[in-house]
């Protein structure tokens, strides 16, 4: 087994994004690490039911030793064994409103490697439209394609949705293991070609579903037309939530764009009713609004998200982030990355290019591990 590396939760922004990389990284492969002050830029430090669940998941995909494993723990060890070849479903289950897409990121990129030639099966319980957390509808729109242009894939089915704050909702996610992920190259966005997206509200407040369907038209039109874009399609649905499958109430906003070069950009916004400050909708379109006008190929959530795939990609990967500098979370993702990996060949650059009217932007770049799934064929 490696040397255990040691890495301090506080680093960058001090949240949950350093144990998920960790974890996910430390599974695959086989780094033991030792983790202290475990989101220490949080108000609540320490490991709460999300987090836990993800240090669950990783334990059960790799057979690891656990030390520290408990609620509100600021401090975790973590000494992986060998990838679990046997077990092909896997089940956690936050009991609070814990997002259910960060599951997901610790999870899925761990599901792709198992060595084994079966379908892998992930049950997820917790919250599937919460704040602090990606919206189920980006994880399965924004994110599915975008792994796509790795080589990878999953299927999806939701059996229920639930909300804040008593999540409940269910999802299921079916893995196909890889033999290794490929490198990509984005650096051209295209310009907007589709937007679709999706409303949703208590049937008793329909009208609030209507709203942010055209809070979030009327901002994309006018933003893109004042910035002399063609204002594509948009296809934004509203519609009452189910309550047959769904836990507590809720109302919201997701929004996809993709452009005439397949990149994907997502948008979500969350209801709070009477107390609404601003528009859900409004929210929802300037998050796709954003790359968009600084010719970005992926969005600023999506950004770290490609760290932990880059990094076990076979090759250089590059990806257009555009005229903005990376997000702390990205920034955070890629420090935890190359502490681990930087003895193997991982390496980041952040290079500027300018286009023909001089405008500066920044292509990320990443020198891959290569991670080979020695069980499955090419």
Not at 52 to 64: F, G, R, Y
Request: charged letters at 20%; hydrophobic letters at 40%.
């Amino acid at each position: 087994m490696s040397t255990v590396v040691r890495i301090d939760g506080s680093l960058g922004e001090g949240g949950g994004q350093v144990l998920r990389t960790a974890l996910t990284l430390s599974t695959l492969y086989r780094i033991p690490i030792e983790i202290e002050n475990i989101r220490a830029g949080r108000l609540k430090p320490g490991l709460a039911a999300q987090h836990l669940k993800c240090v669950e998941l990783a334990k059960e995909m790799c057979n690891a030793e656990v030390k520290g494993g408990c609620m509100g723990s600021t401090s975790l060890k973590f000494y992986p064994g060998p990838l679990n070849k046997y077990k092909k479903q896997f089940i956690a289950d936050t009991h609070t409103a814990g997002c259910i897409c960060l599951l997901a990121q610790v999870a899925l990129p761990c599901a792709l490697f198992l060595p084994c030639n079966e379908e892998i099966t992930l049950f997820f319980k917790g919250g599937t439209n919460v704040p602090m957390g990606p919206h189920i509808e980006y994880l399965l729109k924004v994110f599915q394609p975008m792994l796509n242009k790795f080589g990878a894939k999953f299927q999806s089915s939701i059996a229920r949705r639930g909300y804040y704050p008593k999540g409940g909702g269910e999802v299921r996610l079916d893995i196909h293991p890889i033999h290794h992920l490929n490198a990509v190259t984005l650096i051209d966005p295209g310009v907007p070609r589709q937007i679709i997206g999706w409303s949703f509200a208590d049937i008793n407040y329909i009208k609030e579903a209507y709203k942010m369907a055209n809070d979030a038209r009327a901002t994309l039109r006018d933003t893109l037309m004042i910035n002399k874009f063609e204002v594509p399609p948009m296809d934004i649905e509203s519609y009452p939530v189910n309550k047959l499958i769904t836990t507590g109430n809720g109302s919201g906003i997701n929004i996809v764009c993709i452009t005439s070069t397949d990149c994907f950009f997502g948008g979500s916004g969350l209801g709070r009713g009477p107390r609404d400050t601003s528009s859900p909708g409004k929210t929802a379109a300037e998050d796709i609004l954003k790359p968009i006008l600084t010719g970005a190929c992926v969005d600023e959530h999506m950004q770290d998200q490609m760290i932990i795939l880059m990094t076990l990609a076979e090759g250089v990967s590059r990806i257009k982030v555009g005229d903005k500098q990376l997000t702390s979370h990205t920034q955070t993702a890629m420090q935890v990355a190359e502490i681990m990996l930087g003895n193997r060949g991982l390496h980041f650059n952040l290079l500027e290019s300018a286009d023909n009217k001089g405008t500066l932007s920044y292509v990320l770049e990443c020198q891959g591990c290569g991670l080979i799934n020695s069980n499955l064929s090419k």
